[in-house]
Structure formats: C-alpha cells, structure tokens
C-alpha cells in the first residue's frame, strides 16, 4: 500500500476541530455520513482532521471507511484556528483544498461537481448554506474551497490572531482580495448543510470575546493598502509542536 501522499488524492478536506466538553460525537457522525457515500467519489477525497490540543482524546472508529490524516497540536494555545489550519493545509495531499468546520457537510452532488472542476487559480469560492431542515443561512467565512498553491499565495492564515478569538479568516480573506485573487461562489445551486450539533455535550465551551482580534485587524488592515500588502502578515507560521496521530488508506 503507497503511502497517502503518493496515492491519487484530488482533494483534502481540512477539518480543525477542538472538544473539551464530554464527547466527540459530532466528529464521527460526520466521518460515517462520508463514508456512506459512494466510495469511488470518496476515495479520491483525503480528509485531515486537525485535533487543536484537546482534552478529550480523539478516537475515529475503526469502522470509518476513509482516506484521513490525525493530527494533533501538543502546544495549548487557545483560540489557534489558524494554526490548525496552516498544518491541516500543510499536510494536504490533494491540490484542491477544503476548509471548513466539523459542523458543515458537503453533498455528494457538490463534492462530485467539486471534483470534477479544475483546480482553481486565484481564486477562493465560497458556498451557500442552509440548516438541516433545509432553510437558507448566511454563509460562513471560515468555509471555503481554493488550491494549496492560493491559500499559500498569501502566506496562510496569521497565526498572530491565536489566542484570541475572530477575525482570522476575515483577515485571510481581506488579503486573497488585496493580491488580486478572487472570492466567488461556487455555485448558487448546491448548498452545504449546516448540521445542529449538541453545544453542551460534544463541542466546547471557550468565551467568544473579539475585541483583541478587531483591534489587530483594524491595525493591519492599512498595510493591505501598501505597495507591498505583505507587511500585514506576521510571518508566525506553524508556531507549535504536533504529532501524526494516525493515518488510513482505503
């Protein structure tokens, strides 16, 4: 069996996740919903599920039919999405990229149409969202379809943004635009599902609090204005320790 890296994996999809309540239920129930689906869509999929320093230890059940990485961040920092998912991009083994949250699932259809698109140059799609009884949401900023080579052409997420929560993927965003990269739907048509999880059970309970991570958009924001937008970034990349925790080939 060839290592994941050299298997013919068209996409990864990147799944930061961080439980510190009783369970990771949501996690598996949403890696058995992907099993389910057709497996020659599927095995072309690689899913990297970032575990951001949880307390409760991170099982997939054997069972779990699926091309996947684990991998935890040993370092606590709090609030270190952009963190996670720096390292879950870096350990991508597909050129198409996607970033989302253990909450959102993909239909087939759109994971298929997805596939069968060429891999995006310059630009970042987004997608439109509804709720499990199917009624339309507000998209979400931190969920986005792209390349390996655009999410790095402006040096990955900040990592200056960790520990404190917001505005990381805003930020990313604001600068993709500042290069000239574009920021589109992908389609209007098929929509991603925002599932209900259990908030008091299986996610966590850190307090949202926004005010350092606007204060420090609104000061780098003027530098996306410059002649050299990339003053804006703080070059901290990857600024933790992490191990493979496991890694399965279907």
Same mark, same amino acid.
């Given at each position: 069996?060839?290592?994941?890296?050299?298997?013919?994996?068209? $996409?990864?999809? &990147?799944?930061?996740?961080?439980?510190?309540?009783?369970?990771?239920?949501?996690?598996?129930?949403?890696?058995?919903?992907?099993?389910?689906?057709?497996?020659?869509? /599927? @095995?072309?999929?690689?899913?990297?599920?970032?575990?951001?320093?949880?307390?409760?230890?991170?099982?997939?059940?054997?069972? /779990?039919?699926?091309?996947?990485?684990?991998?935890?961040?040993?370092?606590? /920092?709090?609030?270190?999405?952009?963190?996670?998912?720096?390292?879950? &991009?870096?350990?991508?083994?597909?050129?198409?990229?996607?970033?989302?949250?253990?909450?959102?699932?993909?239909?087939?259809?759109? $994971?298929?149409?997805?596939l069968n698109n060429k891999i995006?140059?310059?630009? $970042?799609?987004?997608?439109?969202?509804?709720?499990?009884?199917?009624?339309?949401?507000?998209?979400?900023?931190?969920?986005? +379809?792209?390349?390996?080579?655009?999410?790095?052409?402006?040096?990955? +997420?900040?990592?200056?943004?960790?520990?404190?929560?917001?505005?990381?993927?805003?930020?990313?965003?604001?600068?993709?635009?500042?290069?000239?990269?574009?920021?589109?739907?992908?389609?209007?048509?098929?929509? /991603?599902?925002?599932?209900?999880?259990? @908030?008091?059970?299986?996610?966590?309970?850190?307090?949202?609090?926004?005010?350092?991570?606007?204060?420090?958009?609104?000061?780098?924001?003027?530098?996306?204005?410059?002649? =050299?937008?990339?003053?804006?970034?703080? @070059?901290?990349?990857? =600024?933790?320790? +992490?191990? &493979?925790?496991?890694?399965?080939?279907?």
């Amino acid at each position: 069996m060839l290592p994941i890296g050299q298997t013919e994996i068209e $996409l990864s999809y &990147v799944i930061p996740v961080f439980f510190n309540q009783k369970d990771t239920k949501v996690l598996n129930d949403l890696l058995i919903a992907y099993s389910k689906l057709d497996q020659d869509l /599927i @095995r072309r999929i690689q899913f990297v599920i970032v575990d951001d320093c949880s307390p409760i230890k991170i099982e997939i059940p054997s069972d /779990i039919h699926l091309n996947y990485q684990l991998l935890r961040i040993t370092t606590d /920092i709090r609030w270190n999405q952009a963190g996670a998912r720096n390292l879950g &991009v870096v350990k991508a083994a597909g050129p198409k990229i996607i970033i989302t949250d253990c909450d959102h699932f993909f239909p087939e259809s759109l $994971l298929r149409k997805i596939l069968n698109n060429k891999i995006p140059y310059k630009t $970042l799609y987004k997608f439109k969202r509804e709720d499990a009884n199917g009624k339309a949401i507000q998209s979400h900023c931190n969920t986005f +379809y792209t390349s390996k080579a655009t999410f790095f052409s402006t040096l990955g +997420y900040d990592e200056e943004f960790c520990g404190n929560y917001g505005y990381e993927d805003v930020m990313f965003r604001y600068f993709q635009s500042a290069i000239g990269n574009k920021i589109k739907y992908f389609t209007r048509l098929k929509k /991603i599902v925002s599932n209900t999880i259990d @908030r008091e059970e299986s996610y966590h309970n850190l307090v949202r609090d926004t005010d350092v991570n606007l204060k420090l958009m609104e000061a780098k924001i003027p530098f996306l204005k410059d002649k =050299n937008p990339f003053k804006a970034h703080s @070059r901290l990349f990857l =600024n933790f320790e +992490y191990q &493979v925790v496991k890694v399965n080939q279907i």
